[in-house]
């Protein structure tokens, strides 16, 4: 269990240094203050939930391939997780004046938008790793009765 903490851990902390660069090379700028102690933390959380959802969607899959489908899956959406949480803030940012209220708006969708991200294509690939692994133990019979 130790390890799967230490793994939960490197997840949260790996997501604002990337976060972080793609601020910095894509838009242009790094935030500063406030936005930029919500930012880290919005992403440190995102990571470590996304860490979670990881972890526990491949102690469901039992194959070898299921587990290789949810870790695709993953290295696909996450980046688009990553891009949305720090994107997302954008239009919660016009509806506040005070840099408290910016700084919690620009947390919340982070967390929210990059979480929602992960557990959809962890979903979708997960529930294709166990259709795979269902429709293979369905076939492998008929298959060794010929």
Known sequence: ??????????FGLAWPFAGLGFNAVYLGYLPSG???VAVVVGLFLAGA????LLLAVLNGVRTQVGR??????????APLALMGGLLAPGP???GTESPIGLAIMAFLAI?????AAIGFGLALTGGLAVAAHSLAVRIQPSATAR
């Open 111 to 115: 967390v929210f938008y990059a979480s």
């Open 68 to 77: 290789f489908a949810v870790s695709l899956g993953y290295a696909m959406f």
């Open 1 to 10: 269990m130790a390890t799967n903490w230490r793994a939960v851990l490197c």
């Open 49 to 52: 939930i996304s860490g979670t």
């Open 92 to 94: 919660f940012e016009s």
């Open 34 to 36: 406030l936005a930029l």
